[in-house]
């Protein structure tokens, strides 16, 4: 999904591959139902394949897999499911042809909520997804 909402602070070594991924990762999802870590629901449903392509074309371009959960739940729990989902992101990528040296995999728990406080329906389903963020190195 993702960094619909950092995009405008991306900033990349190539002029070329900022545009390119951050037009890909705008229009962009990666959301997950809850307590799932293995069917994430894709917006657009190639977005995996868009974003692995860019990444295969710019090999020395990292990205961080960032997930998160929902306020529900113990913090434990939403540590282990944060940590899955990014994982799950990552491992779609490696087999796609991703390097695993381009991929960096973190589990935030409900420490960034995207919504606030997870206090209504839509901003728990908000807060559980996986964001790629393009790292400037």
Avoid: C
């Avoid at 390119?20 to 997950?32: D, G, P, Q, R």
């Avoid at 434990?76 to 990552?90: F, Y």
């Amino acid at each position: 999904y993702y960094t619909k909402h950092h995009a405008d602070t991306i900033v990349l070594a190539s002029v070329d591959t900022i545009v390119s991924l951050k037009k890909t990762l705008e229009k962009s999802v990666i959301w997950f139902n809850v307590n799932d870590y293995k069917h994430p629901r894709l917006e657009p449903a190639d977005i995996i394949e868009q974003v692995a392509e860019i990444l295969k074309s710019n090999p020395s371009q990292r990205v961080y897999i960032n997930g998160h959960a929902s306020e529900e739940g113990n913090k434990r729990t939403n540590q282990v499911l944060s940590n899955r989902r990014a994982e799950t992101i990552a491992n779609m990528l490696k087999a796609l042809g991703v390097p695993a040296k381009q991929l960096v995999v973190h589990g935030y728990s409900a420490g960034i909520q995207y919504q606030g406080t997870s206090t209504t329906r839509t901003q728990r389903e908000l807060n559980r997804r996986v964001e790629i963020i393009p790292i400037n190195d």
